[in-house]
């Protein structure tokens, strides 16, 4: 959407601009990561999951949605909006690269990490059938999911792009936007529905919860997986 909006809005859309739209949504991730890895633990997996959800949806409608009395107003509403995104998002750790791609099936259908990702991890062992294939299970519904949110959303972008004649219009980028409420939403009216998993049910630590003695034990396997994350994102 850069080029888009670089033709629309060239008073507002200045390399700062720019900037600060691409980190609006990351940094809500971080402080999203953060909390909901905290908060999941004493109100359950399914509730930060339908908090997530809402962040995520309120984000994107104000993104979406956003207007102003200038240019650059529009873009400051349009970042609070990524930024509330975001730190719905950030239940999920799906990394948006650019700050003008829509909102893709990485923000809007993968579950959100440490939410979603912390309760498909209990889920598969729910039963053997399950705990056999959790590889792929797994596979499936992280990595796969991310990397096919990113092609979808470029191929949205191309579609609406050329339902408008290839003309350039605000319509464009916010139907984009606007299309990634969609998914979410739908998703909402499931994840009310959904029970903790078993084994949060049986074994949940709601007070005084042991931080260091479980990085002391499990510091190797920690490590390993947040250097995968962190190479596969780079």
Not at 64 to 90: C, D, E
Request: proline share 3%; net charge positive.
């Amino acid at each position: 959407m850069e080029p888009l909006f670089k033709d629309l809005y060239k008073e507002g859309m200045s390399s700062i601009i720019k900037t600060r739209l691409s980190n609006a949504y990351l940094i809500g991730e971080i402080f999203g990561m953060l909390f909901f890895g905290f908060v999941i633990d004493r109100i359950g997996r399914r509730t930060g999951i339908v908090f997530a959800t809402l962040f995520l949806v309120l984000g994107i409608v104000l993104a979406t949605a956003a207007h102003g009395n200038s240019q650059l107003g529009m873009f400051w509403m349009m970042i609070v909006g990524r930024g509330v995104a975001g730190f719905g998002a950030g239940g999920r750790l799906c990394q948006q690269k650019s700050s003008m791609k829509p909102y893709s099936l990485t923000e809007c259908s993968l579950g959100e990490y440490p939410t979603c990702g912390t309760g498909s991890a209990e889920a598969s062992d729910e039963s053997e059938y399950v705990r056999r294939r959790r590889g792929i299970l797994v596979a499936i519904s992280t990595d796969f999911a991310i990397d096919l949110g990113f092609v979808v959303a470029g191929v949205v972008a191309l579609i609406v792009l050329a339902a408008y004649g290839e003309r350039v219009s605000s319509g464009v980028w916010r139907v984009s936007f606007g299309l990634g409420f969609v998914l979410p939403v739908t998703l909402f009216f499931f994840r009310i529905r959904m029970i903790n998993s078993t084994q949060y049910r049986k074994h949940a630590i709601k007070q005084h919860i042991p931080y260091m003695l479980a990085i002391r034990r499990y510091w190797k396997p920690m490590l390993g997986t947040s250097l995968s994350w962190f190479f596969y994102d780079l």
